[in-house]
Structure formats: structure tokens, C-alpha cells
């Protein structure tokens, strides 16, 4: 059985949990090898499953990494829920099928009233165009909501929910449906920073709470199904209460490292994949 984990070539080894996934693969008498999603080389039909895990420079080529996505025979996550998952307009359908999601106003003509808010493309990963706003900077503020607007883009505005500055962010990780472990990131945008440039944030190991696990399971009802990972980004809304930030279905950090066990529950859950035809 061969399987690729599908990565950039801006890193081609894959991300730090690409070793212990491929060694756990190998431990199950399966060869897994990182191949960048565009190289021209690949042999994608000759694997039983391609995996997309670090693919991060889709978010400047989109419709040439979905063209590739759908061209695969066998690709988890498949093709058409990438297609809905790199855009955060899956976070409105969320929200109208009554999963509690930050408040966001889509394509706003005006900067909003909030002392202390956020401006991010619809289409974006690692923070990437994203900036925290102050009252006292609308005119760093407009420039950036103009730019991103001018260059056609869905543009997204949101409160900053300073919860996150105590409480941090919380990832928790599915496999194939379940709960596997959970992540918390440190908070990434700081007062006056401008806008940010690639960050993945600080993470180190979380226990969910109670009310996260029952937000995450309402949200991954209300996805896709058959996916063979998910993250779930919770913070705390405006009233305490956890909310959606966002829903990784296509090519997120899996923080495996995080917890023990992990990367041989992703490794047993792509091998009944890719058994299973
Ligand atoms: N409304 C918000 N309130 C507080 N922090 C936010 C908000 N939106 C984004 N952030 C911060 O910016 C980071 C990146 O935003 P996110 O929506 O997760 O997009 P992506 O990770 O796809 O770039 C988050 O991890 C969080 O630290
Ligand atoms: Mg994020």
C-alpha cells in the first residue's frame, strides 16, 4: 500500500508530525512519502490514498489546487470538501444552521464601531493578510479593508474577542469522527502589529472542556461527512460562551506531537481508508 501526504514546496518534508505519521504507517506495513502538491513528477494515480496535509500555498492559487484536488481518484479530504472548506464563507451556512460562530460582518462598506477589531480574507491560512484594529487606527484600517476588497476578495470583519488573550485558542482534533486530542494556541494578533505575516502561533496540550467537546460535535454535525481528520478552533465568544473561529478540514497543523497516541490513530484510520477502496 503507498500513500502520499500531499505538502508545498515551500516544505517539502512536511511539518514536524510528518515523520512520526510516516513511521507509524511504516509500522502497519505501509510506505508514505511527502510529494508537494504541484510537482509536475507525481505519480498520484500510483498511490491508494493521497492525504492532504500541508498544501499552504493554495491560498494564493486556489483554483489550480482545487483543479488538482479534483483530478484525484483517492484524496482525504476529498475534493469537494476542500472546495467548501478554504473559503470561511462555510462559516455563514454554519452559522444559519444554528452553530454559534464569531460575529462577522462580510464585505462591509464601512469600518465597524468596535473599539478593537479584525479584518481577514475569506480565504486565508496562517493569519496571512489578517490585522487587528484599534478606533484610533482607521486609516491603517480602511487601507487595508480597501486593498483587500480592490483585489476582489471576500473580506471578513470581526470583534476582537480579548477572551482569547487569557483563555488562548482551542484546536480539537478528530479522526475519522472522533475526538483524538486537543491543542491550545496562544493568541497571535497583537495591538498595533499592522497586518501579519505567516504565524502559526504558540501550542501546547489542552482538556477540552465539556461545553467545547458539545460546540465541536454540534459543528462536525453540521459538516461534511466522511472526513478523515477535522480541527475545530474554539475561543470564547462575547459572552463566555465557546465559539467557532474555524473549521480545518483541509490542511491543518494536527498538533499529533501534542498527545500520545495520535499519529497512530491517523495511521490506522488511513490504512482502514485505504483498505477500504
Ligand atoms: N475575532 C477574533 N478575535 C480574536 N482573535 C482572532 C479573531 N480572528 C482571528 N484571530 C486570531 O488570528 C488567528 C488567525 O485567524 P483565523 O480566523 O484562525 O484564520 P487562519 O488561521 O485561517 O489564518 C487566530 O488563530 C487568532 O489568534
Ligand atoms: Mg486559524
Redesign the pocket.
Known sequence: MKIAIATFQGLPDGDEDAPALIAELAARGVEARTVPWDDADADWDGFDLVVARNTWDYTERLAEFLAWAGKLPRLANRAEVLAWNTD?RYLRELAEAGVPV?PTLWDPAELPEWPD??I?PAV?????D?A?WSAAEAVPARAHLDRLLAEGRTV?V?????A?DTAG?SALVFIDGEFSHAAR?????RPGAGV?EL?G?TISPREPSQAELAIARRVLQAAPDGLLYARV?L?PGPDGAPVL??L?LSEPYLFLHQAPGAAGRLADAIVRRSSSG
Do not use: F, H
Not at 158 to 162: E, N, V
Not at 185 to 189: F, Q, S
Open positions: 470561511k464569531v477589531y479584525v481577514k486565508s491560512a496562517g493569519a496571512r489578517t487587528r471578513m470581526q470583534p476582537y474577542l480579548d482569547i485558542e494556541k496562544e493568541p497571535i494578533l501579519s504565524n502561533g478552533d475561543i473561529l474555524e480545518e
